[in-house]
C-alpha cells in the first residue's frame, strides 16, 4: 500500500537497515498516535526487496498477555519457526543497572516475569547467521516484563551485530508511563515520529483512491473532518467512495463510526469518559449557563482550564458551539480536571476532537450509540441537572432531559412545558412535539392532560393535521362542557370544521360564547366566523343571535389588528379599493404563526374575487414564502391552493393546475379534511380548462371525504366535476352536479352565491341540452342578485344572457362581459367571450370584425395554455384563403352573404330562422340557397354541412354551435 507523507520516517528505517547489516546493531522507536499508521509504516518498511534477504521475527504485542511471561518472545520465534537454544540463564551481571531488578515489582503489584532459559542466546544466534537479523515488535510498550527484558538484553550484546530492532509504539500518555516504553527509549536508538497528514497528503491519497485529483474545498473539508488522522481519512473514503467521481464532500457512514470507536477504545477508560461527556453536550449550549456551572463546581488549577479560555473554531458540518468549562466536563466524566485536560489533548492529538469539540456530528452519534441507553440517559440527566441548577435556558436543559427521556420533579415539567414554547416559536415542531409528549407521559391530572394535548395539537398541527386530530378528538367532550381555555376550545372546535363537523361546531359556539368575557367571546366569534364565511355554512339562526353569536356583533378588533373586521367588511359589503388594500395590508403586518391560518385563506380569497387577483396573488407569495421558511407544511399546502385558485381566477391554467397539484401532495389525505375540494376543484378545473381530460379524470377518481359537499368546497368540487361533465360530452351528468350546487347553496351562506356562479353552471348545462328558455332564466337570476361584487360572476351570467339573445343584442352585451372579465382579469372567460363576440359579428355579416376579435380570443387563450375557441379559418387572411381554394382548382368561393346563410343552414337553421337571425327577407335566404347549391353541387339541404367542409368554406364556431340551439 502507498504511504503518504511518510518518506522521511521510511528513510529513517531504511538507513537503520543499512547500518544494522553492515554489523551495527540498531534500535529504531517508531512513535504515534492510533491511527497515525505505524503499523503500515512497519509493513511497508519490511516489505520492501531489500529485505529479502534479512531473518525477520515480527510480533505484536496485547494489553491482555503482559501477565504471560515471555508471551510476545514466543510469538517472534514462532512465527519464523525458531526453535530456542538449550537452556542458558542470563548472569545478572549482563543486566544494567538502571534497568530491572528482582525486587522490581509490576504496577498492580506482582513480580516481573524472568526471560525463559536460553531465548536471547536464541535470538544472538540468529544474528550471528548468514542473513541480517529484523526483530519488529508493534505496540511495544504492551510488551510482558520478561519479553521486554530479553529485548533489553538483545539490544545490550547487539552493538557489533547485525540487529535491526523497531518498536512501534502509541504517543498516548498512558504508553509513555509504561515500563515497556520507559525502558525502551533509555536506549541509543532512533525515533520516527508519526504526525497527522497535511492537507497536501490527504490531496493526494484521495486522488490515488479516486482516480483524479480532487477541488481544494473537499480536500479541505476532509483535512478538517479528520485532522489528517489517516484511519479516519481511509474511513471517511470508504464510506464517500459511491459517490465516485462525483464525490464532492466527505460523508459519514459505517466505516467512520468504526474507525471513530477503534480510536476511542483505544484509550484509557478516563479518555471514553471525557469523550462520551462531549459528546452528549456536542449541541449549541449558553456560554453563561456553562460559565455558571463551572463557578459552581470545584475550582481547578489555572494550568488546568487555560486550554479553555476560548472558544475553539467550529467543527466540520456543526454550528459554532461554546466552549464548555473544563471543571464542568472533569465532573461530568468522574475525572480530575487535569486527567480530563490529558484526555482532551489526547483525543485532539487523534483527530476525533477540535479543542473541546468533536470534528464530526458522526463522531457524536457513533460515541453516544456505543453508551448502553441506562448510561446514556444517566448522562443525560446529570447534564440536565447542571445546566438547570446553573440557571441555562429551558430549552438546553430540555434538550438533554429528553435524551434521558426523564421528568425531573418537581421542575422537570415546567422546564420542558417553557421550552416547547419556545422551540414552537423558534418553529421547530419537532422538538416541541417532544418535550410536550414527554410532559404529558408522566402527568396524572386530567386538566393539565387536556391542555398538554391542546398545546402538541397546536404544534403538531403546522405539519399534519391528521397528528394533530389524535389529540384533539378526546378533548370534544371536554371542549363542550366548558372544562378548556378558551385558546383551547378554539382549537377544538377549528378541528371540527376541517373535519367537516360544522354543525356541532356552530352548537358549542352558540353555547359557550354566552358564558365567557367579552375577550373570550371575540375569540369564539371568529371561530363562527370562519365557519359561515370561509366553509360557507349558514348564518346563525335567530336563538343562536340571541346568545350574542352574531358575527357582526363581535368582530374581533383587537387579537388580529382588526384583519377580522376588515374581511367581514369585503365579504359582506360592496368592495372598494381601499377596502381591499386595508386586508391586504392588515395580512402583512403580522407574523404568520399569530393568525388564523383559515382566516387568512378567506382573506386572500375575498381579494381575488373583488376583482383584485393581483394584489391578492402578492400578498399570498409574500406570506407563502414566510410559511416555508418556518418549515410549516400545513400552511404551505393551504396557501399553495389559495395561490393556485388565485391563478384559476386570472385564468393561468397551467399555474393553477401545477400549484393545486402540488398543494394536493404536500399533505396526507386525510390531513386535508374538507378543505381538499380548494385544490381538487382548481386543479380539476384547470386540467379541464386546458383539454387534459385523463388527468381531470384521474383526479374525480380520488376519494373524498362526505362531510366536504356539506361545505363551499364541496360546492365548487361539484362545479368542477360539472364542467368536466360538460367538456366531455356528458351534459345531463353536469346538469346533475348543477342542480345538487344550486341545493346547496340554498341550504349555506346566501351571502356566498354572488361570488359562486352556479346559476350561469345551470345556464351553460341547459343551453347545452337544448333549453334556451330555461337558460335565459337562471342567467337573468344571476344578474338580479343583489349587492353582487364579483365582475367575474356577472360577466358569466351575461356572457350565457348573451347566448341565448338575437345577434345585435348578443354583441352589445358581450361588449359589457368584455369589460367585466378586462376589470377582474380573467383570461380564460375573456377567451370565450371574445369568441362569442366574433361568432356573433360573423352572423351579422361583419367578417372583417369577426376576424379581428377572432384574432383577441386566440391571443388570450394562447396566454392561458388552452386550445383557441375559435375556428381556424377565423384567423386566416381572406386572400390567403382565396389562394389556397384557385390553387385547388376548386369552385369559387361563396359571398360572405352566401358563406353566412349556408353556415346556418348547415347549422340546422329554417329559412325563417335564418330570415329572422340576419334580418333579411325568407325571398332571399332562398336565393343565396340556390346558388350556394348550384356553386357546391349539393342536391339537397342534408348535403350542405359535408359540401362547405369538403370545399372548406367558412363557417359559424364549432364551439359556438355546440352552445346554441336553432330553437334560441
Excluded at 525477520?56 to 512465527?79: F, H, V, W, Y
Excluded at 456560554?287 to 456551572?293: D, H
Excluded at 373535519?499 to 373570550?520: K, N, Y
Excluded at 347545452?768 to 344571476?782: C, D, V
Amino acid at each position: 500500500m502507498r504511504l503518504f507523507d511518510r518518506s522521511n520516517d521510511l528513510h529513517i528505517l531504511n538507513e537503520a537497515f543499512t547500518e544494522s547489516a553492515s554489523g551495527n546493531g540498531q534500535l529504531v522507536i517508531i512513535v504515534g498516535g492510533p491511527g497515525a499508521g505505524k503499523t503500515q509504516l512497519l509493513h511497508e518498511f519490511l516489505d520492501t526487496p531489500d529485505r529479502l534477504g534479512a531473518r525477520i521475527l515480527q510480533g505484536t504485542a496485547c494489553p491482555t498477555e503482559q501477565d504471560q511471561p515471555m508471551s510476545l518472545l514466543r510469538k517472534l520465534l514462532g512465527n519464523d519457526g525458531v526453535e530456542t537454544a538449550p537452556s542458558v540463564t542470563v548472569p545478572p551481571t549482563e543486566v544494567p543497572r538502571g534497568a530491572f531488578t528482582p525486587s522490581e515489582e509490576h504496577r498492580d503489584g506482582t513480580a516481573p516475569g524472568e526471560p525463559e532459559p536460553g531465548t536471547t542466546e536464541t535470538l544472538l544466534r540468529l544474528a550471528d547467521g548468514e542473513r541480517p537479523l529484523v526483530v519488529a515488535v508493534d505496540d511495544a510498550h504492551l510488551m510482558d516484563r520478561a519479553s521486554l527484558r530479553a529485548v533489553v538484553h538483545l539490544l545490550h550484546r547487539s552493538r557489533f551485530r547485525r540487529i535491526l530492532v523497531v518498536c512501534t509504539t502509541s504517543g498516548q500518555p498512558d504508553a509513555a508511563r509504561s515500563a515497556a516504553y520507559t525502558e525502551l527509549i533509555r536506549q541509543p536508538h532512533r525515533r520516527a515520529r508519526l504526525g497527522p497528514l497535511s492537507e497536501r497528503a490527504v490531496g493526494e491519497l484521495i486522488a490515488a483512491q479516486t482516480g483524479s485529483p480532487r477541488p481544494a474545498g473537499v480536500v479541505r473539508a476532509f483535512h478538517r473532518a479528520t485532522a489528517g488522522n489517516p484511519l479516519l481519512v481511509h474511513a471517511l473514503l470508504d464510506d464517500s467512495a459511491r459517490f465516485g467521481r462525483e464525490m464532492d464532500r466527505p460523508v459519514a457512514g459505517t466505516s467512520y463510526r468504526q474507525a471513530v470507536l477503534s480510536l476511542v477504545h483505544r484509550g484509557e477508560p478516563r479518555h471514553v469518559r471525557v469523550i462520551r461527556t462531549l459528546a452528549a453536550l456536542s449541541a449549541p449550549v449558553s456560554v453563561t449557563a456553562l460559565s455558571a456551572a463551572a463557578s459552581a463546581a470545584p475550582s481547578a488549577p489555572a494550568s488546568a482550564t487555560s486550554a479553555f479560555a476560548s472558544a475553539s473554531a467550529p467543527a466540520f458540518g456543526t454550528a459554532p458551539f461554546a466552549p464548555a468549562s473544563l471543571a464542568v466536563v472533569a465532573e461530568l466524566a468522574d475525572t480530575p480536571p487535569a486527567g480530563a485536560e490529558e484526555a482532551i489533548e489526547a483525543l485532539d492529538s487523534v483527530g476525533l476532537l477540535d479543542g473541546h469539540v468533536l470534528r464530526h456530528p458522526t463522531a457524536a452519534t457513533a460515541v453516544l450509540d456505543d453508551m448502553t441507553p441506562a448510561d446514556r440517559g444517566e448522562l443525560h440527566g446529570r447534564i440536565a441537572g447542571l445546566l438547570y441548577r446553573s440557571g441555562a435556558p429551558a430549552r438546553e436543559v430540555a434538550r438533554h432531559l429528553r435524551a434521558a427521556d426523564r421528568v425531573p420533579s418537581p421542575w422537570g415539567a415546567s422546564v420542558l412545558r417553557a421550552a416547547a414554547d419556545q422551540a414552537l416559536a423558534a418553529d421547530d415542531v419537532e422538538s416541541c412535539g417532544g418535550y410536550l409528549r414527554l410532559v404529558l407521559r408522566d402527568c396524572s391530572d386530567e386538566r393539565e392532560r387536556n391542555a398538554l394535548s391542546a398545546a402538541l395539537a397546536r404544534a403538531e398541527w403546522r405539519t399534519n393535521p391528521a397528528a394533530a386530530g389524535t389529540h384533539l378528538e378526546p378533548l370534544r367532550r371536554a371542549a363542550l362542557e366548558g372544562a378548556l381555555s378558551t385558546r383551547d376550545t378554539a382549537g377544538v372546535l377549528r378541528h371540527m370544521l376541517w373535519q367537516g363537523d360544522t354543525e356541532l361546531a356552530a352548537e358549542a359556539v352558540a353555547t359557550l360564547v354566552s358564558g365567557h368575557s367579552p375577550e373570550d367571546a371575540q375569540i369564539l366569534a371568529e371561530v363562527e366566523f370562519v365557519r359561515q364565511w370561509f366553509y360557507g355554512i349558514a348564518l346563525p339562526t335567530r336563538s343562536a343571535r340571541a346568545t350574542g353569536l352574531d358575527p357582526r356583533r363581535h368582530v374581533p378588533t383587537c387579537r388580529n389588528g382588526g384583519l377580522t373586521a376588515q374581511v367581514a367588511m369585503l365579504v359582506g359589503g360592496v368592495a372598494t379599493d381601499d377596502c381591499a388594500a386595508a386586508v391586504a395590508q392588515a395580512l402583512q403586518g403580522h407574523q404568520l404563526g399569530h393568525l388564523n391560518l383559515e382566516l387568512v385563506a378567506m382573506a386572500l380569497l375575498a381579494i381575488a374575487h373583488a376583482d383584485r387577483p393581483a394584489l391578492a396573488a402578492d400578498a399570498c407569495g409574500t406570506l407563502l414564502e414566510c410559511a416555508a421558511g418556518r418549515r410549516a407544511t400545513t400552511w404551505q399546502a393551504l396557501l399553495g391552493s389559495v395561490r393556485a385558485e388565485i391563478a384559476l381566477l386570472r385564468g393561468d391554467m397551467t399555474t393553477a393546475a401545477q400549484g393545486a397539484r402540488r398543494a394536493l401532495d404536500s399533505l396526507h389525505e386525510q390531513s386535508w379534511g374538507v378543505l381538499a375540494g380548494l385544490p381538487l376543484s382548481t386543479a380539476i378545473f384547470a386540467h379541464t380548462a386546458m383539454g387534459a381530460y385523463d388527468d381531470a379524470e384521474e383526479l374525480l377518481a380520488r376519494d373524498v371525504p362526505e362531510p366536504m359537499f356539506r361545505t363551499v368546497f364541496g360546492i365548487q368540487y361539484l362545479r368542477a366535476r360539472g364542467h368536466h361533465y360538460l367538456a366531455t360530452d356528458r351534459p345531463f351528468a353536469a346538469l346533475n352536479d348543477f342542480e345538487t350546487c344550486s341545493r346547496l347553496m340554498r341550504q349555506g351562506n346566501s351571502s356566498l352565491q354572488k361570488g359562486i356562479p352556479w346559476r350561469s353552471d345551470l345556464a351553460l348545462a341547459n343551453l347545452r341540452i337544448g333549453r334556451p328558455g330555461t337558460a335565459r332564466k337562471w342567467a337573468e337570476e344571476q344578474l338580479r342578485l343583489p349587492g353582487g361584487h364579483s365582475s367575474r360572476a356577472r360577466a358569466m351570467g351575461l356572457r350565457m344572457l348573451a347566448a341565448t339573445s338575437k345577434p345585435h343584442r348578443r354583441a352589445t352585451l358581450l361588449r359589457e362581459t368584455i369589460d367585466l372579465l378586462k376589470a377582474c382579469g380573467d383570461q380564460h372567460t375573456l377567451a370565450q367571450a371574445y369568441a362569442d363576440l366574433s361568432a356573433a359579428h360573423y352572423e351579422l355579416g361583419e367578417y372583417a370584425r369577426a376576424r379581428l376579435v377572432a384574432r383577441q380570443a386566440a391571443r388570450e387563450a394562447e396566454a392561458c395554455s388552452v386550445e383557441s375557441p375559435v375556428d381556424a379559418h377565423l384567423l386566416e387572411d381572406p386572400a390567403t384563403q382565396s389562394e389556397a381554394s384557385g390553387a385547388k382548382g376548386g369552385p369559387a368561393l361563396l359571398s360572405d352573404a352566401e358563406c353566412r346563410v349556408a353556415g346556418l343552414a348547415a347549422l340546422g337553421y329554417t329559412n325563417r330562422e335564418i330570415s329572422g337571425r340576419l334580418h333579411v327577407t325568407i325571398s332571399t335566404v332562398e336565393q343565396h340557397l340556390t346558388r350556394v347549391y348550384r356553386k357546391l353541387n349539393v342536391a339537397s339541404r342534408s348535403e350542405l354541412p359535408s359540401k362547405m367542409l369538403e370545399h372548406r368554406i367558412p363557417k359559424l364556431s364549432d364551439r359556438w354551435a355546440a352552445t346554441h340551439s336553432p330553437a334560441g
